[in-house]
């Protein structure tokens, strides 16, 4: 049975999450539906990462196994005009073969985010869903110098859902920057895996020490403590996107 791989885009703000629900849509759920009227079967579609509600992304990876023979190309179309005919905020980028030991989540060895905030007074337009609007004046050196107390391998805990379903809290970030352009600062996170709400509780605690309300001790006491109630903000879920998927 052939395995295709794709690389997707979409706009989370009208799904539920990645992951197929009973309570909502899904981005999961829109490209079965999609297949299943491509292939005349029911599939199921593994990605790489299981993004939450209003989180977007850029490239992710999936796949899913197909009885019926159909080229990649010809599949990337199909599906394509399947959820723009479905009225789904999302489109298939890429479509190729896979060897049939691939899979997207459990042979993916990195993942990247990046978190986008405007930081100016004026309500967003374009942007509005798509990124956080901070109108207070942030400190991005500050934020940066401070990010880098995160990286490498730490208990995470402070940093993670209490719904977070992981077995162990500790995780090995590789990167996290901040950057500034003008308005627009970009927070960028790299490692094999994520927590639940692990990024978005990171850029929470470093836009308070871009508003001078925290400094890097705090941030470090905040980590040492491993105790989700010393996190003091999650950032909202509009300004996350999935930015990329690794693979040997």
Not at 60 to 87: K, S, V, Y
Not at 155 to 163: G, I, P, Q
Not at 178 to 201: D, K, N, P, W
């Amino acid at each position: 049975m052939p395995r295709h791989r794709l690389v997707l885009e979409y706009d989370g703000r009208a799904f539920m999450g990645w992951q197929r629900q009973a309570h909502g849509p899904s981005v999961q759920a829109a490209l079965e539906t999609a297949l299943a009227g491509i292939a005349g079967e029911e599939v199921v579609v593994h990605a790489a990462g299981r993004t939450d509600s209003g989180v977007h992304a850029r490239a992710m990876t999936a796949h899913a196994d197909l009885a019926r023979e159909i080229a990649p190309f010809r599949l990337m179309e199909a599906l394509n005009a399947h959820l723009r005919l479905a009225g789904h905020a999302v489109a298939v980028l890429e479509a190729s073969l896979a060897p049939p030991d691939f899979h997207a989540r459990f042979s993916c060895i990195g993942r990247a985010y990046a978190y986008k905030i405007v930081n100016r007074r004026a309500p967003l337009t374009f942007e509005a869903g798509l990124a956080w609007r901070v109108p207070q004046p942030l400190d991005t050196d500050a934020m940066h110098a401070a990010a880098q107390l995160l990286v490498g391998r730490h208990d995470f805990t402070t940093f993670r859902s209490v719904h977070c379903q992981s077995a162990s809290p500790v995780r090995t970030l590789a990167r996290l920057d901040v950057s500034r352009e003008a308005e627009r600062v970009t927070i960028e996170a790299e490692a094999r895996s994520f927590l639940h709400h692990q990024v978005r509780s990171m850029v929470g605690a470093l836009v308070f020490v871009g508003l001078g309300r925290w400094s890097m001790a705090d941030l470090a006491a905040a980590l040492a403590a491993r105790d989700r109630r010393r996190l003091p903000l999650n950032a909202p879920p509009d300004g996350l996107w999935f930015t990329a998927a690794r693979y040997a």
